[in-house]
Structure formats: C-alpha cells, structure tokens
C-alpha cells in the first residue's frame, strides 16, 4: 500500500523555539495533504488542509500564523508550529490522498506515523 | 450537534464476544465513508470502506444506510488484537478532500 512518511517521531522543545514537522508521500504524488492535531484520549482534529503550489486552508480556529504549513512538492508538506509552547504538546499527525483517486473524494487516505511533540 | 457522532466508549467485551459500533453523519450529502483503526499512540489505518450495499471483510461486517444517516461496523468473534480505537470517518460531498472523523470508539478485548 502507499505509504506515508513523517519525521520527527519525537521532538522535545523548550518553550519560545519553533519546530518543523516533514510528511512525505513516498510513492504517490499528493496534490492535497492534511494536518491533524490529538491531544490524548481525543480524536484526530483537522487543522488545516495542504495544497501544493497554493496557500494552505486552515480549520476554524487554527492560527495560520503559529501553524505554518509549506507544500512546496507534490510528495512533501511541512508544518512548522513557531513559538512553540507547552499547551502545543500534542501528537501532530498528516495524511495524504493519491492524486490519480481522482477529485470524487473517494480514495483512502494514507497517514502518516504522527509527530509527538513535547514543548517544556 | 457533531458532524460525526460515534457511541461512546469504552466497550469492554470477552474474547469470541460478537460487538457493534454505530455511527451518525449530519450531512445528508457525505459521499464516501469509512472505518478507521488508531492504536494507541500510533496513527490511524483503514480498517475497511463502507459500501451503499454493506460489505464483509472476514470477521468485520460495515453497513450504510442513507435514509438515516447511519453507518455501523460488527466484529464478530472478536480477538484480543481487535482492542483498539475505532473510528468512523465521512468525507462530505462539499468539494476538495476535507474528511471528519469522528471521536472514535474504544474496544477493550479480554482474556
């Protein structure tokens, strides 16, 4: 199956520094990726949509600012959390769809490991 | 009300336990739907579509039914490695490839 591939696993930060997160689709081009946010014992929240070429779109409530999201490749999206601070700990996960599903929505979506970040 | 609404947890059942989830989607017009499996701090893997005329999938059982906006998945026979998160995901008919997810449900299968 396609896989997605996300790096860091881990990261642990002190407070006021900015972490990247990479997720790269290894063997489909995604022209559309997603960014998900878990804090424990919840579900997966969508926090903004990647498009390549374009601006992200980003989910009610989501600061763009704080959460800069680049997809500069149809197999790479980056989300970069600035400033981080300890209430930003959480699993960040992405997701992508294969370009070739087509725009009807249907395809799988592949996900990525999950980042776990720690801000102290 | 939630665009995705799953039961709420924790079911705990006994090995060779038959369980079932439901699922409810407010948007009359979501398009393609699906269940979900998440381990515990691992991401999220397709467990199987949900197809307009139901659909097995050895031991796993999904059912849609438009009218009412419901979606459900049966484990029969349930093994100890089906304890897990499951969650039940819509993608809704609004252009783009925006998915809801809902809450999940957790599956505690016991010796």
């Not at chain 1, 790479?76 to 996960?93: G, K, M, Q, R």
């Not at chain 2, 407010?26 to 397709?46: G, I, M, T, V």
């Not at chain 2, 484990?75 to 809450?103: H, W």
Request: proline fraction near 3%; charge should be positive; aromatic fraction near 12%.
């Amino acid at each position: 199956g396609a896989v997605v591939s996300q790096h860091p696993s881990w990261v642990i930060c002190k407070s006021g520094t900015s972490v990247k997160i990479e997720c790269r689709s290894l063997d489909f081009q995604a022209t559309t990726m997603f960014w998900y946010r878990q804090f424990p014992k919840q579900s997966l929240m969508l926090m903004a949509t990647s498009n390549e070429g374009s601006k992200a779109t980003y989910e009610q409530g989501v600061e763009k600012d704080k959460f800069l999201i680049n997809h500069a490749s149809l197999t790479l999206s980056t989300l970069t959390v600035t400033s981080a601070h300890p209430e930003d700990s959480s699993f960040y996960i992405c997701s992508a769809r294969d370009r070739t599903a087509g725009r009807t929505n249907t395809g799988e979506l592949f996900f990525g490991e999950g980042s776990r970040l720690t801000v102290l | 009300r939630k665009e995705v609404e799953q039961d709420p947890g924790p079911f705990n059942v006994p090995e060779g336990a038959t369980v079932a989830f439901n699922c409810t989607y407010s948007n009359s017009a979501s398009q393609s739907f699906f269940w979900y499996r998440q381990d515990c701090r691992k991401e999220p893997k397709l467990l199987m579509s949900v197809y307009s005329s139901g659909n097995e999938d050895g031991r796993f059982t999904a059912q849609l039914n438009r009218a009412s906006q419901y979606i459900s998945l049966l484990i029969r026979d349930s093994k100890l490695s089906d304890s897990a998160t499951y969650l039940c995901v819509v993608t809704p008919n609004t252009g783009g490839f925006k998915t809801i997810f809902g809450a999940g449900t957790r599956l505690f299968v016991k010796a």
